[in-house]
């Protein structure tokens, strides 16, 4: 349903299967905590961020639980939360926290894993809506270098960081 964009059908879907989950494996089983970060998205699609943001906190705070901070699931969960943050233009709150998963996905992942670098983009598009031009430029340079290392040139993530850098600069 969500990804045809029947947010009306998809969240009562997705509302029952944490339900369920949490009667039946429990509140931090990770098939539940999935469902959990399942809902919240479906919530951000559907442009609804006061019931988004607090089911990616909660998602997040479960994560970072039973998983530890590092964790590839848990980095994850941070970075949709930043995501919502920056949806919600709560950029005081995105900004950081993106600064935060970038540098833990660096550790983890490594700086030119798909992962790292959709994040950095992420976190140019939330300098600019900052009006933080010159931060948004230098992340976006460095989002095409990384790709185009990593990647190379024609690689998708690259082109569209190479279009986010155009974007910002023209």
């Avoid at 089911?55 to 941070?78: F, S």
């Avoid at 005081?92 to 959709?118: F, K, N, Q, S, W």
């Avoid at 430029?137 to 460095?142: G, L």
Wanted: with cysteine; glycine share 6%; charged share 25%.
């Amino acid at each position: 349903y969500r990804t045809a964009g029947r947010m009306r059908d998809a969240i009562p879907a997705y509302q029952h299967t944490v339900e369920d989950r949490e009667n039946v494996q429990g509140a931090y089983h990770p098939d539940t905590m999935t469902a959990r970060g399942n809902l919240a998205a479906a919530y951000h699609s559907a442009q609804r961020l006061r019931d988004a943001i607090p089911v990616y906190e909660r998602t997040l705070a479960d994560w970072e639980r039973a998983e530890g901070p590092g964790h590839p699931r848990t980095l994850t969960a941070r970075g949709n939360l930043a995501s919502a943050y920056h949806s919600a233009r709560r950029l005081a709150d995105a900004i950081p926290l993106y600064e935060r998963t970038i540098a833990d996905c660096e550790d983890v992942l490594g700086r030119e894993h798909p992962d790292t670098l959709t994040l950095r983009s992420n976190l140019g598009h939330a300098y600019h809506t900052a009006g933080r031009l010159t931060d948004s430029i230098e992340t976006f340079r460095q989002t095409v270098a990384e790709s185009e290392l990593a990647l190379g040139p024609d690689h998708p993530l690259t082109q569209t960081a190479r279009e986010n850098l155009r974007a910002v600069t023209s």
